[in-house]
């Protein structure tokens, strides 16, 4: 099961208009491919570049029951068994940030 236009439609209003990839959208189903995990092809794929905009995508799938698989950079998919669900492939990539380092103490944030 996949999530309907309406569901997706409702995740597209909550980012940046170049966060999200779907179906109808030019070179999406390549797009969709290569975030396929065990031949399972995401509806939508987000790309957020900031934490905010993660949030927003996690708050609009939570609302519409969008099943996400978090995929970082996508790579190792194929790994990955063959999810029950999956309407949304999470795109970590731009999250490449340092926020805060401190040697000393061994301590790194990162977004």
Known sequence: MTGSDADISA?????????VSQSDVSQSDADRDAYA????RPTAVVR???????????????????AI?????G??????????RYD??????ALDQVIEYDPDNFYVRVQ
Not at 37 to 40: F, I, P, T
Not at 48 to 66: C, F, K, M, T
């Open 37 to 40: 995990v065990a031949g399972v």
């Open 88 to 93: 949304v492939a999470l795109v970590t990539q």
């Open 11 to 19: 995740l597209v209003d909550a980012l940046e208009p170049n966060d």
């Open 75 to 84: 790579a190792n998919l194929g790994a990955l068994n063959r999810p029950a």
């Open 69 to 73: 698989v978090p995929a970082g950079s």
């Open 48 to 66: 957020p570049g900031a934490i905010e905009r993660v949030q927003a995508a996690l708050r609009a799938a939570h609302a519409s029951d969008l």
